[in-house]
């Protein structure tokens, strides 16, 4: 497997026309309590990351240090052409949907000849469906910017391991329901739905803005 690090034109790390764009990872955020999202990005409430999030950044950096001693540079559709024929690996692939007004960086995807894996790391091998619907959102902006009709799978991973411990194929029924959860969050964005906050206790305590949030569980 040939490792890749593609050379992408800065310029279109920023968000130049007047869509609205939000982050893949507030779908994880959404299926855990999208009263998160209001807090955070509605409400501007700073809260300072927790002891999962720092570790979560260390192992991150540590991994793409370790990648990038082996990776070559090259651009993404050099890597697209180059995976026809062989199995390509890259690390940190930033994807950006127009269509769809989402964007973010894919832990790690495998190109190969029949499919492309699309990996996000995770910490402990347990599927929730928020962390399902933010793999399924970077599938989703990885496709809107290719060109190819190879198949998409989903996959997580445990972080620091090589334990992939789900894995689905993002096919035309799992790309419908992911399109209508990114519309929603547009939507709680534009103020034309109202952010419901989790009944679930446990999620309230264990959540960072609990101090700051007006509509938490009772404990």
């Known amino acids: 497997m040939k490792y890749g690090k593609p050379i992408f034109d800065q310029s279109k790390l920023k968000i130049t026309s007047d869509k609205k764009y939000f982050p893949i990872s507030w779908l994880n955020t959404q299926g855990f309590c999208e009263y998160c999202i209001k807090l955070e990005y509605h409400d501007e409430i700073k809260v300072g990351p927790t002891k999962a999030m720092l ?30 024929t062989a ?40 599927a929730y469906s928020s962390t399902i619907n ?16 190879r198949r998409i799978v989903a996959s997580l991973r445990q972080r620091g391991t090589d334990n992939i411990f789900w894995v689905a194929p993002f096919d035309t029924r799992v790309e419908r329901a992911t ?7 547009h939507r709680l ?20 803005f609990k101090t700051h949030c007006d509509m938490k569980c009772e404990f």
């Open 189 to 208: 964005l534009n103020g034309e739905e109202e952010f419901i906050p989790t009944k679930n206790a446990n999620k309230c305590r264990s959540c960072r």
């Open 55 to 84: 570790k979560g950044t260390q192992e991150h950096s540590a991994l793409e240090a370790k990648f990038l001693e082996e990776a070559e540079e090259t651009t993404f559709e050099e890597m697209m052409e180059s995976s026809k």
């Open 179 to 185: 399109i209508e959860l990114v519309e929603r969050v």
């Open 87 to 126: 199995e390509m690996l890259s690390r940190e692939m930033w994807v950006e949907s127009e269509s769809y007004g989402i964007r973010g960086y894919i832990d790690e995807i495998w190109m190969t000849p029949e499919e492309f894996v699309i990996i996000d790391d995770k910490p402990g091998q347990r």
């Open 134 to 149: 933010q793999v399924y959102g970077y599938c989703l902006a990885f496709k809107d910017i290719i060109n190819d009709d």
